[in-house]
């Protein structure tokens, strides 16, 4: 317990805190997306044991450090690349979050198009999808934490600050996203570039995340512009005044 009273130790757990919430953005967004297919009563639910579970893995992971640093050694090579434990998790969960973030905007486009009712999803069949999206997600976050600070008591606190955080705001974020369609599709978009970027980081394509950061904020910022423009739009006029039909009133007399 002597990190106590280092003072760089409470830097690092600042630091880490917040890189940790940043890097659980995607997480809460997929969560919400994924429970909004719930029925109403379940969805909260669904939310905290989401976040409950990733938690869970990620303390479990820091405990095990040294197992997960053993999965950035190389296993086999394939044409001068080297294969790792790491990459192969990146990937298999960069595919996973491809395809099934193509397959919401699929579902979003056919039930504007047909304004059919939403599918409701079982309440296992979530748990299971968030809970392997998790694992992808809590693994970079936990070899991220590895290499910024070296007390594993330090790496536990800042997790679970960052989890409590999301578990907090992941509820108004939820609601935000299931009443406004677009940026419902605009989080999906952001799924599919963090799925890309996942499966290039598996295959040796080192992206700076600042760059992945940069651009999601970006379109983030320009959807909200449109939002503020289309609450400031005036209502419709009616197609005729009421004078008119007044008129229209006078001139055909009492039915």
């Given at each position: 317990?002597?990190?106590l009273t ?7 757990l600042?630091?880490?805190t917040?890189?940790?919430l940043?890097?659980?953005?995607d997480?809460?967004?997929?969560i ?21 579970l ?10 095990s ?34 395809v099934k ?7 979003q ?21 968030i809970?392997l ?7 970079d ?24 955080v999301?578990?907090?705001?992941a509820?108004p974020?939820?609601g ?5 369609p677009?940026?419902?599709m ?15 980081e598996?295959?040796?394509f080192?992206?700076?995340k ?8 970006f ?6 512009l ?7 739009k005036?209502a419709?006029r ?13 001139i055909?007399?009492?039915?």
């Amino acid at each position: 317990m002597e990190w106590l009273t280092d003072p760089d130790a409470w830097i690092g757990l600042l630091t880490l805190t917040v890189l940790e919430l940043v890097l659980g953005i995607d997480n809460v967004v997929f969560i919400s997306i994924l429970s909004g297919k719930l029925p109403a009563h379940q969805r909260k639910k669904a939310r905290l044991i989401g976040l409950s579970l990733a938690m869970l893995l990620r303390v479990l992971l820091l405990l095990s450090i040294t197992w997960v640093m053993s999965l950035t050694r190389p296993l086999f090579v394939i044409s001068g690349f080297n294969v790792t434990g790491r990459a192969i998790i990146l990937i298999a969960g960069g595919l996973f979050l491809l395809v099934k973030s193509t397959h919401e905007i699929h579902d979003q486009m056919e039930e504007h198009v047909q304004q059919q009712a939403p599918v409701v999803a079982s309440f296992f069949a979530v748990l299971v999808q968030i809970s392997l999206l998790d694992i992808v997600f809590s693994l970079d976050s936990v070899i991220t934490a590895v290499g910024m600070v070296d007390e594993i008591a330090v790496m536990i606190i800042a997790v679970i600050l960052a989890i409590i955080v999301m578990m907090v705001f992941a509820g108004p974020v939820s609601g935000f996203v299931e009443r406004h369609p677009t940026i419902k599709m605009l989080a999906l978009s952001f799924l599919l570039l963090i799925g890309m970027n996942l499966v290039a980081e598996g295959v040796g394509f080192h992206i700076p995340k600042g760059y992945t950061y940069f651009a999601m904020a970006f379109a983030l910022f320009v959807e909200m512009l449109n939002f503020k423009m289309r609450s400031r739009k005036p209502a419709p006029r009616p197609l005729q005044s009421r004078r008119l039909q007044n008129a229209i009133h006078r001139i055909e007399g009492p039915r």
